[in-house]
């Protein structure tokens, strides 16, 4: 949000330098970019974050410690047992959280059980239905006679979390993000990054990355800066993007390293610091999440995935309503001209008489070759 | 010698040791044999003890046993089993100091192998042979419901392999490689909340036929508080599901103290490193991280050195017999009852391995033969069916025959009878058309006389 601030400032900075030169006058446009900070301060952001991976990988430590507050107080976790045929769930947390004066409403969608049985075929068969149930209900309302309280549910994001114990993506991983790949953007993390060395996490990077290529995974990509900004700015976008999948390391205990007292994870050999750029990637997550792509999600969602469904839907609606007059369209959608018998029949005879034309004129055409030759 | 003895026990005794301590050397197997041989003929009585009133020798038996089995070289078989990147190769070369090797696998493996690979180990004048195990792909499946089905066949595998060295007629026991496993490290990923459901169902089917060894793999992941509760909610887990892991034998005083400190220590918590890192002065195994570093061997960072101790120092000839007096011997009963093989008839009457292999032998021949009977039968019915059916075919092919053959004959006479009458036809107006021939001459040559008279008178 700051970031916005400083971008708005400096073109009305770069306004009032620009010289006069008797012709330009004062218009005034200029404060758009205020105005569209005000309205969205009084109205207020929504988003929705889904989290995925198995259990035991620190989603929920991570979310808690990404928004610095505690989501899950009250979960039960299940032994072992009762996990080995257990169904995925989708749960939801739904906080109001502020900050210098911007509210943002954040949901959380959970995804306890994925992954955990034994046998987890098609185990994500229930996240997709819920993103797809979100879609089709904002498609209703949006469709809908009175569309002024539309709530947008959709998920915007979805941080899946891939486990830093094996040698890069697992079937399970691959199959999940192939499903979810045009309907959420999906967001890989390396997740509890305080196994791996430097090196190998190095490896570990770019294993994935070479493995997400190879099975032709459509992870969510950071739009490319404009080219006219800043040096500075472009070499950090370019940090961001090769620094792909973000190794993250959660914590909301705070301890005591160096003489300052910060969140982290104690060990005996150490102390692993959420914040310290050098021990995770967990600042350049949040600030990607939260401070500078935010709305570029939500963007991409409604853009991109959203409109993929919808004219999904409304091809399949389409091709239903002609088979079967009597089924009513839930939806008020303008029909394609269909074209009716006797015009068919003429384009029929048109096309043959066509057909028999370019078959006379081949004929010719080889005589006339013949008869040079 | 030995058969006399059975009778009375006590003389027996007296007797034997009176002799033996004239000889004053007995060889080992000798007297154990001897003393096996007694207890199976078996005796009421205890035997009664005696006491020396001088040195013997016989004390040095523990000592000449062990010569014995150091000149022959001792086998040891662990089987590693944990998820594809979970540190299994890595902690077989931090425990064995030595390179075995490995290749990283990967995790798009269809199912669930095992590979094996044996090593030639020594340390002091003590030769190991070392066979490690490794599951390949565990845990990466989609579908894991026949994951442990690999494993468990594969033990039973070298179960029944042993179990068919000894019950052949030639056998070499003392050459065999038993490839039977001793030990299985079961590593569990350290999720620090508890057991996957793979690990539970897996443990339960192996824990009667294996010495299970749960360890918590990449420790250094979970901090001191997070560890307590993960290891207690694992033990209880375990505990709760009636999962047999291998328990530290406490019944010899010289290391029951220190194998009841390390039982309450379970399952142990590993880090394994090959590589090495300077601290002070010295190089140690570690794994250097920006915030630290993590040393393998020491004692407050992980539980390596418990575990070496636990299973190589302490325990490991304890493995090796309780994979062989209990698992194997348990695989061994149920399969051979499963063959019908029974220690006592229904009436309670010791029988012997041969009897009832006889009797299974003359079992099987009967059924094959009448198997053999049976299909005789059957062939033959089938052969009579046929050839019915086919004179069945026959007669009617020749039926038809018959009847075609009529029709032609019909046919036949109706053509000739046509013809008859078409001849008859022809040759009635060939007449005619001579007799009308005629009449044409005739007329033809009145004509012409006619005429000729006419021209004669002109």
Not at chain 2, 82 to 89: A, D, F, R, V, W
Not at chain 2, 153 to 180: A, C, G, P, V
Not at chain 2, 223 to 246: A, R, W
Not at chain 2, 271 to 292: D, F, L
């Amino acid at each position: 949000a700051d970031f916005l601030i400083i971008r708005r400032d400096q073109m009305l900075q770069e306004f009032w330098e620009c010289p006069t030169n008797g012709e330009k006058e004062y218009v005034g446009f200029a404060t758009l970019p205020n105005q569209v900070h005000r309205k969205s301060v009084k109205k207020g952001f929504d988003f929705t974050l889904m989290v995925a991976g198995e259990s035991g990988l620190g989603k929920s430590t991570l979310v808690n410690s990404l928004f610095l507050t505690d989501l899950h107080k009250d979960r039960k976790l299940l032994n072992a047992e009762e996990r080995i045929s257990q169904t995925v769930e989708i749960t939801k947390h739904t906080v109001d959280i502020e900050e210098k004066g911007v509210k943002l409403k954040l949901t959380i969608v959970d995804t306890p059980g994925f992954g955990d049985a034994i046998n987890n075929t098609e185990c994500w068969k229930t996240i997709t239905d819920y993103i797809e149930h979100q879609f089709e209900q904002y498609f209703r309302d949006e469709s809908g006679l009175n569309r002024k309280n539309i709530q947008d549910n959709r998920v915007h994001c979805c941080l899946y979390f891939i486990s830093p114990f094996g040698h890069g993506l697992r079937p399970v991983d691959v199959e999940f993000m192939k499903a979810l790949q045009d309907k959420v953007n999906v967001v890989p993390l390396i997740s509890k990054a305080d196994c791996l060395v430097p090196a190998e996490m190095r490896k570990m990077k770019d294993r994935i990355r070479e493995e997400i290529d190879k099975f032709g995974i459509k992870v969510y990509q950071f739009p490319d800066c404009d080219s006219d900004e800043d040096e500075e700015f472009k070499q950090q976008d370019q940090e961001l993007k090769d620094s792909t999948p973000f190794a993250v390391i959660g914590s909301n205990t705070v301890v005591e390293a160096k003489g300052q007292r910060v969140r982290g994870r104690l060990y005996p050999w150490g102390v692993v610091e959420v914040e310290n750029q050098s021990h995770s990637d967990f600042v350049k997550l949040r600030n990607m999440l939260i401070c500078t792509h935010m709305h570029d999600l939500k963007d991409i969602t409604c853009d991109v995935h959203y409109e993929n469904y919808r004219a999904q839907c409304i091809q399949q609606m389409t091709s239903k309503l002609t088979q079967d007059n009597r089924v009513e369209s839930p939806i008020p959608i303008l029909q394609l001209p269909t074209p009716d018998v006797e015009t068919e029949k003429l384009i029929k005879k048109k096309d043959e008489e066509l057909r028999r034309m370019q078959e006379m004129l081949q004929k010719m055409q080889q005589q006339m070759h013949d008869h040079d030759v | 010698m030995i058969v006399t003895l059975c009778l009375d026990t006590a003389v027996s005794l007296e007797c034997l040791c009176k002799q033996k301590s004239m000889v004053g050397l007995v060889s080992p197997f000798s007297l154990l044999s001897c003393f096996a041989e007694l207890t199976l003929i078996g005796l009421p009585r205890n035997a009664r003890p005696l006491s020396l009133s001088g040195h013997v020798g016989f004390d040095s038996l523990p000592d000449q046993l062990v010569n014995k089995s150091t000149s022959q070289g001792f086998c040891f078989n662990i089987l590693c089993i944990g998820e594809t990147g979970i540190g299994k190769s890595t902690l077989m070369d931090t425990l064995f100091n030595t390179n075995f090797e490995n290749f990283e696998s990967s995790h798009f493996e269809p199912r669930v192998k095992l590979r094996a690979q044996t090593y030639d180990l020594q340390e002091s004048n003590v030769r190991l042979k070392l066979t490690i195990v490794n599951t390949v792909g565990f845990g990466d499946q989609m579908n894991k419901q026949e994951s442990y089905q690999h494993v468990v066949d594969y033990i039973d595998t070298q179960f029944e392999s042993y179990l068919q060295e000894e019950l052949k007629i030639k056998r070499s026991l003392h050459n065999y490689h038993d490839s039977r496993i001793h030990a299985c490290l079961y590593f569990i990923a350290p999720s620090g909340h508890s057991l996957k459901s793979l690990d539970l169902v897996t443990m339960k089917k192996l824990d009667s036929k294996v010495n299970i060894i749960p360890v918590i793999a990449k420790a250094d992941t979970i901090s001191k508080s997070e560890l307590h509760k993960f290891k207690i909610k694992i033990m209880s887990e375990l505990v709760s599901n009636g999962v047999q892991i291998y328990q530290f034998p406490t019944d010899d005083e010289t290391v029951s103290k220190i194998n009841t400190a390390m039982n309450g220590h379970l399952p142990f918590a590993v880090v394994g490193s090959t590589e090495e890192v300077k601290i002070g002065n010295k190089m140690v195994k570690a794994r250097q991280y920006p915030w630290g570093v993590v040393q393998v061997e020491n004692e407050n960072h992980c539980d390596f050195v418990k575990l070496r101790e636990m299973l190589i120092c302490v325990n490991m000839e304890d493995l090796r017999e309780q994979t062989h007096t209990r698992h194997y011997e348990l695989y061994r009963r149920c399969k051979l009852e499963e063959m019908g093989f029974r220690d006592t008839d229904p009436e309670s009457k010791p029988v012997s391995l041969q009897e009832t292999y006889e009797a299974k032998r003359q079992e099987f021949l009967q059924e094959l033969q009448r198997r053999e009977e049976e299909m005789r039968q059957t062939f033959v019915q089938r052969v009579k069916e046929k050839e019915a059916e086919l004179k069945e075919a026959e007669r009617e092919l020749q039926g038809k025959f018959e009847q075609l053959k009529r029709l032609h004959m019909e046919e036949k006479s109706k053509l000739d009878e046509k013809r008859k009458s078409l001849e008859d036809e022809m040759s009635s107006f060939s007449k005619k058309k001579a007799a009308a021939e005629l009449l044409q001459g005739q007329a033809f040559t009145a004509n012409s006389n006619l005429k000729k008279d006419k021209d004669r008178k002109k």
